[in-house]
């Protein structure tokens, strides 16, 4: 078995080559020459997944250490029996600790308690779990959206609209995909009450840089469209700004590779 891994990628080297051909390489520098004979990719997001990597090649297997697969073309690889496997809730508690870390300041500077406010949660998975768990510890009315678990499971979930409107603070630990693209946009913005407070600690491409710009709410930003190359506007504007850090812990990493290494060995059992 001959496996491809993102040099970067921290706690992986040396684990799998006694039982594997392992090469690696920088992340951006993936290859279709590389990749043509490889049977598993092990990737983070500079690696962009798609026909022009890996037509023609005996991939069977791409993993990958985040949480994200928007850097995966699914489609292709779901047509060619490629299977796909990301490190979902890796790093769900870096990224409570954030979430619980701008909620404190929040409270701080605001004056006010937990049983005092309503939190939304738009995206209830690994990290929106966690987050609606402490927070009702805490004391927060907690009013939660999910479209699929409420298909699933039924429940207690409300719409994006409603949740909009009834919360003080709301935030959005969703994954991005076609469904979630631009899900904060400006009719959303203008359903959430102007004293409210947005956070963002997902991707930064589930709100519009524009809908945010013009909105009157508070703003929690750890994650930005077109990252590096970010709004300035936007970045002054925000009341927490910080440079996509919010799951980046050497727990997450350490639990990423992890994740990518055991879906390796279960494959080539």
Request: hydrophobic content about 40%; aromatic content about 6%; charged content about 20%.
């Amino acid at each position: 078995m001959k496996v491809i891994i993102d040099r970067a990628i921290p706690y992986i080297q040396g684990i799998l080559e006694p039982y594997a051909e392992v090469v690696y390489r920088d992340g951006n520098a993936f290859s279709a020459r590389d990749v043509h004979d490889a049977d598993c990719l092990i990737i983070r997001t500079r690696t962009r997944c798609n026909q022009a990597l890996l037509e023609g090649s005996s991939v069977k297997m791409i993993a990958t250490a985040t949480i994200g697969f928007d850097h995966i073309d699914l489609q292709y690889c779901a047509s060619h029996s490629i299977e796909v496997v990301t490190a979902a809730g890796c790093n769900a508690a870096g990224v409570l600790q954030w979430v619980a870390s701008t909620l404190a300041l929040l409270a701080k500077e605001e004056g006010w308690q937990p049983s005092e406010r309503t939190l939304g949660i738009v995206g209830v998975g690994n990290v929106g779990r966690l987050v609606e768990h402490y927070a009702r510890e805490w004391g927060f009315r907690v009013l939660r959206c999910d479209p699929p678990r409420h298909e699933r499971e039924g429940g207690d979930f409300l719409p994006l609209e409603e949740v909009a409107a009834q919360a003080d603070i709301i935030t959005f630990p969703t994954p991005l995909d076609s469904t979630t693209f631009h899900l904060l946009d400006e009719r959303i913005v203008s359903l959430i009450p102007r004293h409210s407070t947005i956070i963002n600690a997902s991707r930064g491409e589930v709100a519009s840089t524009e809908a945010l710009l013009a909105a009157p709410q508070r703003l929690c930003l750890d994650v930005w469209e077109n990252e590096p190359n970010i709004n300035r506007e936007l970045l002054a504007k925000a009341f927490v700004a910080t440079p996509h850090i919010a799951g980046y812990s050497a727990q997450g990493k350490a639990n990423a590779s992890s994740i990518v290494v055991r879906a390796i060995c279960s494959a080539s059992d």
